[in-house]
């Protein structure tokens, strides 16, 4: 029996669906029940019927996952697989921002870990937090934690005053600008298609930005046959997989997260047999957390 044979086999016995991100290995993907990206796979989440959720994703996607399925086993295949940005804010900022702006909005990027959600109003995605800022009544904005989409937003939603914290996202905001202008030159037809974690130097060279899904979604659309992606290269599996007939180039030195690629098929079926990487959360931590998650779900409808 095949690795892949004794997933499917176990998944049956134990109940059990696959989640997987699309930045996570070609292989992973083709294992998964369903691909997404964090807005997607934060949805698709709630309402599953199975009772185990194997997320092929960093922790904060796991967390967010038992937040909304309490009564749900959520089991990560490496439990040391996260988000360095996901930790970039802290509540003391949090207390001195809510202190020093009336009428403001702790907006929470769901890349963050549920010890940060707690603190927060509202939990936005690359894919709607333009949509949610400008549902919110709020005038101050306190966009947390990654300052490159936050600017982002800002950027579509002028009639709000926004307050930036400096958290980033290493993978995006180390793409080089010098490596993007050589790669337009390669290929002059090309179109850009860039994820709001990127710098704003990268965004201003860019023919379309926006979340991974959005990406995806905008090259099967367009007429064009080639595209320069400015994002995670585990995006081109879905994206060569939907479109072969077009072409997709990445900068030189391709974004890659080494947290994300730490998901192998092997450490599935190893979560699955034994049951260990459990995400667990207090339940007061969970209460808490679940509230700016929910008010996402809702003003996103």
Do not use: W
Request: charged fraction near 30%.
């Amino acid at each position: 029996m095949t690795i892949t044979e004794e997933i499917k086999q176990l998944k049956k016995e134990k109940n059990a669906v696959i989640l997987a991100h699309y930045y996570v290995t070609p292989e992973v993907q083709d294992i998964a029940d369903y691909i997404g990206d964090s807005f997607y796979l934060s949805k698709i989440a709630v309402g599953l019927e199975e009772q185990t959720i194997v997320y092929c994703g960093v922790s904060f996607m796991g967390e967010s996952a038992k937040v909304l399925n309490p009564e749900k086993t959520v089991l990560m295949p490496d439990a040391e697989a996260d988000c360095p940005m996901a930790h970039m804010a802290d509540r003391e900022t949090i207390e001195r921002m809510r202190e020093t702006y009336e009428d403001l909005a702790v907006v929470c990027y769901i890349n963050s870990t549920a010890e940060l959600k707690q603190y927060s109003d509202v939990c936005v995605t690359s894919a709607n937090a333009v949509q949610i800022v400008k549902a919110l009544p709020n005038k101050n904005i306190f966009f947390i934690p990654d300052r490159n989409l936050a600017h982002f937003v800002a950027e579509q939603v002028p009639e709000k005053h926004f307050v930036y914290n400096e958290g980033f996202c290493p993978i995006h905001e180390e793409m080089q600008l010098e490596e993007l202008k050589r790669a337009k030159e390669a290929h002059p037809n090309a179109l850009v298609l860039t994820h709001p974690e990127c710098t704003k130097a990268i965004l201003e060279l860019s023919d379309y930005i926006g979340s991974t899904s959005g990406i995806i979604n905008y090259a099967k659309n367009s007429d064009a046959e080639e595209f320069i992606i400015c994002t995670e290269n585990g995006v081109r599996h879905k994206l060569e997989k939907e479109n072969p007939g077009k072409r997709f180039y990445f900068t030189e030195t391709e974004p890659v997260c080494a947290d994300m690629k730490k998901i192998t098929l092997e450490k599935i079926l190893h979560v699955l047999k034994t049951g260990e990487n459990e995400v667990q959360i207090s339940e007061e931590l969970r209460e808490l957390s679940k509230r700016p998650l929910e008010k996402m779900l809702e003003l996103a409808k």
